[in-house]
């Protein structure tokens, strides 16, 4: 089974902090996706990327970054964390055609 | 442009009803993919269908089926003799630019209630 993990379940953060978000997955997938979650909205892409050093902006990609060093790492970054920044966040990855794996999500809460 | 809708936001049903959740998509694709998540309250989304644009044979899986229309642009999903373990989020999805790196639109997802 494809195994997407998030490093954190629940995290808790101060506006103004910078905030790392760290996902794995272990199917050597080329693929890997940055998603947020809200209420009423839905899954919205933050970023994506297809290879290793690449990264593509989603929907919504303002006050993120990413990083994919390596193949099997993507990171999410909250360059000054801000509190409309409360949200799920959830990390997938894919081989190049989909379907997408989640990992279990981590629930940031920025006061 | 691209889109999912799901119009039923909420549906609550008792054990054992058949229930159908509706999927409407919009896409100037010819080829294409879409699928169906489910969100239990643990929060993990797990997979249970794909479909590509070339077969709409419909598909059935135990107690759940899906019916897959070009002409009317949906992707329904039914479930046959609900249980309360059925009760969840359910997301439609829809691959952008074809396919092509694995990027999919959600529509914004429906709660079933399933009361014993």
């Known amino acids: 089974d494809v195994k997407v993990t998030q490093s954190s379940r629940y995290l808790v953060k101060r506006t103004g902090e910078k905030v790392f978000l760290e996902c794995v997955q272990d199917?050597?997938?080329?693929?890997m996706f940055w998603y947020r979650q809200d209420p009423g909205l839905g899954l919205r892409l933050i970023y994506f990327?297809?290879?290793?050093?690449?990264?593509e902006k989603g929907d919504i990609p303002e006050g993120y970054s990413v990083s994919r060093e390596k193949k099997e790492r993507f990171s999410l970054i909250l360059e000054s964390a801000s509190t409309n920044q409360t949200s799920m966040y959830l990390c997938?990855?894919?081989?190049?055609?989909?379907?997408?794996?989640f990992g279990n999500g981590t629930r940031l809460t920025v006061t | 442009a691209q889109k999912v809708t799901q119009a039923q936001t909420e549906i609550s049903v008792v054990e054992k009803e058949d229930v159908t959740l509706d999927c409407v998509y919009e896409?100037?694709?010819?080829?294409?993919?879409l699928f169906w998540y489910k969100q239990p309250p643990s929060g993990e989304l797990v997979f249970l269908i794909r479909?590509?644009?070339?077969?709409?044979q419909n598909e059935i899986s135990g107690r759940y089926s899906w019916n897959f229309q070009k002409s009317t642009s949906s992707f329904n999903f039914t479930i046959t003799a609900s249980q309360v373990v059925d009760s969840a989020v359910y997301f439609c999805?829809?691959?952008?630019?074809?396919?092509?790196?694995?990027?999919?639109?959600f529509g914004k997802g429906t709660k079933l209630s399933v009361k014993p």
């Open positions: 997938a990855s894919s081989p190049r055609t989909p379907p997408l794996h």
């Open positions: 199917m050597d997938h080329e693929n």
């Open positions: 990327s297809y290879d290793v050093k690449m990264k």
């Open positions: 896409t100037r694709d010819t080829t294409y993919y």
């Open positions: 479909r590509n644009s070339f077969d709409e």
């Open positions: 999805a829809l691959s952008r630019h074809g396919g092509s790196q694995g990027n999919l639109i």
